[in-house]
């Protein structure tokens, strides 16, 4: 997938950058958490182990599918049509959500100063991206996950130097993906996964190179709805994930 940023005059960019990362912090400081999650969510236990995602955002995003160059001319009037976000896929033999898509991120470790440094080590660490790429917009209120018992928090990054990512130990991660916002918001990329016999019922998306579900899909729901950038998708349309 190309990296490169579009041809854009260096004072709209500026103008554009602005924007986004107005929008960014915005989301970085709002409240609450998704309405899946309300519904799913228990209370952290003692025992709980922090931990932080980092959901980055950048520059040079081409969608994938269809659905999603679709979108691009909507995205371009609100000034974000090249905006994409990182995910990865977690590889099949972890103990915790093996298999599924997710933004980089981890558990935090001793040496971690703050929650936001811990998800930056994460993201060099599976997905080589270098800190001082990245600045830090803020961070979401956590979010307890009963069944890996972490209480997770969403690190909001605006990635300043936009570049190639890869996977840097394929214990960890399977794949990982610039993702354009363009095929996340396209709604024929928009669905539900659901299994009665688990009880879940999320969100999902199926962007071509992966498919996201669960906590990563709900808190992109979320974050979609809150930027502004979103469009009416079918919340009946099923989508079916392989386990």
């Not at 005059?9 to 989301?27: H, K, M, W």
């Not at 309300?38 to 959901?55: F, I, N, P, S």
């Not at 993201?123 to 009963?146: F, K, N, S, W």
């Amino acid at each position: 997938m190309s990296t490169e940023i579009p041809d854009i005059p260096p004072e709209s960019a500026t103008i554009a950058d602005g924007v986004l990362r107005g929008q960014l912090e915005a989301l970085a400081v709002s409240h609450g958490s998704p309405l899946w999650l309300r519904r799913q969510k228990g209370t952290a236990e003692a025992a709980a182990r922090d931990a932080a995602v980092l959901m980055l955002f950048g520059r040079g995003g081409e969608a994938r599918t269809e659905a999603g160059e679709a979108e691009e001319k909507r995205l371009a009037e609100l000034g974000v049509a090249d905006v994409d976000i990182v995910l990865l896929q977690r590889a099949a033999t972890l103990r915790h959500h093996p298999g599924q898509v997710a933004f980089p991120g981890g558990g935090r470790d001793p040496e971690d100063d703050s929650m936001a440094a811990a998800a930056l080590r994460e993201a060099e660490e599976e997905a080589g991206i270098a800190p001082d790429t990245v600045e830090v917009l803020g961070e979401m209120d956590p979010l307890y996950i009963p069944v890996s018992k972490f209480e997770v928090t969403p690190v909001v990054g605006y990635w300043r130097q936009p570049g190639r990512v890869q996977v840097m130990d394929q214990r960890e991660s399977y794949s990982v993906y610039r993702v354009a916002i363009a095929d996340l918001v396209a709604p024929a990329n928009r669905g539900t996964f659901s299994r009665p016999d688990l009880k879940i019922s999320t969100p999902a998306f199926d962007v071509g190179v992966l498919k996201v579900w669960g906590f990563t899909a709900g808190i992109l729901d979320f974050a979609l709805d809150h930027l502004g950038w979103a469009n009416e998708w079918d919340k009946t349309a099923p989508i079916a994930i392989d386990f």
